[in-house]
């Protein structure tokens, strides 16, 4: 890796620092971003794909589960909102009640926005019901 070593250019009325830190030279950022890219590249192109797909082969016959529910819910970035609506805490809810929480916390992900929120309303309501 390449340090430029040059001080930096002092304008009118300033003054350098001699103890700055040397910064690295574009080409040098450059270096680091093309090999860091390619390495990107590589791994997206072959390790992901089998990482994903041994995942993929683990989850088969997998059920809700807390560790997933909960998961699940932290992932979509919910706030306090949800356990308001539910009415109870996220971690006392019963298998049974999770498809309520899943569906709420999607809910509240897409509510702001007035043709978001309407669209995931609709979206995750069971069939037969009537609209809101």
Known sequence: MTINRRRPHV????????????????AARNVTGRVRNSHI?????????????????GTKGLRWSRPLFEALIEELHVDDSLEDLIGQ??????????PQA????????????????????ERVRPSGRRKV
Request: hydrophobic share 40%; charged share 30%; aromatic share 6%.
């Open 11 to 26: 304008g009118k009325g300033t003054s350098a620092d001699a103890t700055a830190a040397p910064t690295r030279t574009s």
């Open 41 to 57: 590249r590589f791994w997206r192109s072959e390790i992901r794909p089998k990482v994903v797909r041994s995942a993929a082969d």
């Open 102 to 121: 899943v569906a709420l916390a999607l809910i509240l992900r897409h509510s702001w926005r007035d043709d978001d929120l309407a669209d995931i309303v």
């Open 89 to 98: 805490r996220v971690t006392t809810l019963t298998r049974a009640q999770y």
